[in-house]
């Protein structure tokens, strides 16, 4: 079997917490080809190709039909060169995990919105006045970059930040995610369960199965004496809505 890893520069990466080296150095002692490469190797000629690094640092030119199974773990920002890589991968003919549609269609902040009834108040614009006032409706809050990752581009305002809404915003031109700043809420083990499901890989009823999932595990715990880390009646009501109770 013959893998590609589709991900940042290998460089870049810390061998001792980052799960896609895990993935690839796993693969090659159960003797599988596992192939690397960045997003900037990707390219079309005829058929979707790649410029792929083998385990010893050669590069080959290889078509992505050539691979049983295609990781791709690159990193966001989601910019356009991360964009144009989905649509690259849509066309291998082969299996690609993340589903470059999936990547597409569900950004990282968005894919929250539909369920905003259990968020912080939100609100998405590109509109300087119109953050500007929900801040000040809000005696301030957190504001967000929608293409950011991991906490990056998170910064916590004042009803006076105008300055860095025009920052985040680049002079209203581009859209961002302001909310209501919490000191705590409810059933945070809860949420804290729930954030380890990848909203925008699961899709459907893989995705409804391993939220009752996270749930039933959650509940088990609860039974074997952590009784401290009880969903709250607003956390218990979030998970019976998401998987349709």
Not at 165 to 181: L, N
């Amino acid at each position: 079997m013959q893998w590609l890893v589709v991900l940042d520069s290998v460089e870049g990466l810390n061998p001792k917490t980052d799960t896609s080296l895990a993935l690839i150095n796993q693969g090659r002692k159960s003797g599988l080809r596992v192939d690397t490469a960045t997003i900037d190797k990707l390219f079309f000629s005829k058929q979707a190709s790649v410029i792929a690094e083998d385990v010893s640092g050669a590069e080959h030119r290889r078509n992505l039909c050539d691979y049983d199974l295609i990781l791709m773990r690159k990193e966001p920002p989601y910019d356009l060169a991360f964009h144009y890589a989905t649509h690259l991968l849509s066309l291998s003919g082969t299996l690609v995990v993340n589903a470059p549609s999936a990547l597409r269609d569900f950004n990282e902040k968005l894919i929250t919105l539909p369920f905003h009834t259990y968020m912080p108040a939100t609100l998405v614009s590109s509109s300087v006045d119109q953050i500007a006032q929900f801040f000040s409706d809000h005696d301030g809050g957190v504001i967000k970059a929608l293409d950011s990752f991991q906490g990056k581009s998170v910064q916590r305002l004042t009803v006076s930040d105008r300055e860095l809404i025009e920052q985040f915003t680049a002079g209203g031109t581009q859209p961002v995610m302001a909310q209501e700043f919490l000191d705590r809420f409810e059933g945070q083990a809860g949420f804290q369960k729930m954030r380890s499901i990848r909203m925008s890989q699961r899709v459907g009823r893989n995705f409804l199965a391993e939220l009752q999932l996270a749930r039933d595990q959650l509940d088990g715990s609860l039974h074997r004496g952590n009784a401290h880390r009880s969903f709250g009646d607003r956390s218990s009501l979030v998970v019976a809505t998401l998987s349709g109770e």
